[in-house]
Each structure stands twice: as structure tokens, then as C-alpha cells.
């Protein structure tokens, strides 16, 4: 069965401090589709990032970076410098190719907290 | 190019009423899937529709329905409504095909408070 465990419910950092969220899936394909999203107090899902299983290249993008790592079912997430505006919850999401991309298992997301 | 759109943004029933919620998908999306998020289960997929047809469903009893217009605009309807119906509840869109570099972007959700 497919399952996405995010085990930091909450962190709190102060601004300009590095912070990593850690996100651990399960799934028996072998093709699917990893995601995250930020969710700010406005409610609404704001795509970061998506990373297909054959491709394990990690990625930077601003003050953004991830980590994919097949071997361990890990896709972390780092947000380096962090700023009171990265405050929000974000979730990491597992897509298996046999769903047709349609249907996304989320982790009970991750609430940070950047404080100035 | 105009986001996902859900309407109404706020909605309060009672139990026992039935309620219909609306999404918009991003033009030339053809795919709309729905979603429910309360503070105890989390983010919890319900179903996907793409080209009229209900491509994907989550665990959720039949009171939970919903389709599809040509236009690819979707309605996903709650029937006999229970307290634990509360929730936002997040319609998203995407191309549908997985072949592409496709995902799924998000509306800012229909809170529905049933009372």
C-alpha cells in the first residue's frame, strides 16, 4: 500500500536558521511521483516541486533544495535562510503511475513556524 | 492564465441537508480531483474525473459523489450530512496525462461547517 510519513508535525525555527523537512513514502511501483506543497494560513495547496522515480537529481531553486534518495524512500526538503514568510504547512505527496497521476497520498504535513 | 476556482468559499448546513460544491480547473485541464482536509485525517483524496469519467475514487461512503461537464468543470456533491462532514474541501486540476511533466494545482477550497 502506498503511505507518506512526515514524523515532524511541528518546528520552529528563528529567521535566517536552516531548516529541513524530512518525508518518507512507501509504495510497491516503481514509477511514481513525489511532490511537496506549502500551505499558507490562506488555505490553499501551493505546488513546490515535483520529482519523478527515475530521476534522483536533487534540486536547488532559490533558497529551496531537495533530497531524493531511492535507497532509503526519503524526499526531504531544505529551506536554507529561512524567512517569516516560509511560515506554513507543508506537505510531501506520493502519485503512482498506475493512478494516472490523478489521485495524490499526502503525509499529515509538517507546520513551520519562522520566527523573527 | 486564470487558477483552479471553487464555489462557494464558505458554506453552513445543517445534518441531514445535502450541499453541491463547484471547481473551475485551470483552461485546458482536463482532469479535476477532489479532496478533503480536516484537522484529524489529514489530506484525504475522494475522487478523480478526467474526460466525464471517474478515473480514481478514495474510501469514502456513497454520500460522497460527483461529475464532470464537457468543459471539464466538476461538482462533487455531499448528501445526508453528517458533523464530521466539516472540513475544507480542495478541488485541484491537472492535464491528465502522465506522460507529461503534469501536475496537480490547487483551488483555495469550499469550507463547509455543518452544524
Known amino acids: 500500500a502506498q503511505k507518506v510519513t512526515q514524523a515532524q508535525t511541528e518546528i520552529s525555527v528563528v529567521e535566517k536558521e536552516d531548516v529541513t523537512l524530512d518525508c518518507v513514502y512507501e509504495?510497491?511501483?516503481?514509477?511514481?511521483?513525489l511532490f511537496w506543497y506549502k500551505q499558507p494560513p490562506s488555505g490553499e495547496l501551493v505546488f513546490l516541486i515535483r520529482?519523478?522515480?527515475?530521476?534522483?537529481q536533487n534540486e536547488i531553486s532559490g533558497r529551496y533544495s531537495w533530497n531524493f534518495q531511492k535507497s532509503t524512500s526519503s524526499f526531504n526538503f531544505t529551506i536554507t535562510a529561512s524567512q517569516v514568510v516560509d511560515s506554513a504547512v507543508y506537505f510531501c505527496?506520493?502519485?503512482?503511475?498506475?493512478?494516472?497521476?490523478?489521485?495524490?497520498?499526502f503525509g499529515q504535513g509538517t507546520e513551520l513556524s519562522v520566527k523573527p | 492564465k486564470a487558477g483552479v476556482t471553487q464555489t462557494p468559499r464558505y458554506l453552513i448546513k445543517t445534518r441531514g441537508q445535502q450541499v453541491t460544491l463547484s471547481c473551475s480547473p485551470i483552461?485546458?485541464?482536463?482532469?479535476v480531483s477532489w479532496y478533503q482536509q480536516t484537522p484529524g485525517q489529514g489530506l484525504q483524496f475522494l475522487f478523480e474525473?478526467?474526460?466525464?469519467?471517474?478515473?480514481n475514487k478514495g474510501n469514502f461512503p456513497g454520500r460522497f459523489s460527483g461529475r464532470q461537464f464537457s468543459n471539464s468543470r466538476s461538482e462533487m456533491n455531499v448528501s445526508t450530512l453528517e458533523l464530521g462532514d466539516s472540513a475544507l474541501y480542495l478541488c485541484?486540476?491537472?492535464?491528465?496525462?502522465?506522460?507529461?511533466?503534469?501536475?496537480?494545482?490547487f483551488g483555495p477550497g469550499t469550507r463547509l461547517t455543518v452544524l
Open positions: 474525473y478526467f474526460s466525464e469519467t471517474q478515473r
Open positions: 485541484a486540476s491537472s492535464l491528465g496525462l502522465l506522460a507529461l511533466e503534469d501536475t496537480q494545482y
Open positions: 483552461s485546458g485541464h482536463r482532469s
Open positions: 509504495t510497491r511501483d516503481t514509477t511514481y511521483y
Open positions: 505527496a506520493l502519485s503512482e503511475a498506475r493512478n494516472q497521476g490523478g489521485k495524490l497520498i
Open positions: 520529482r519523478n522515480s527515475f530521476d534522483e
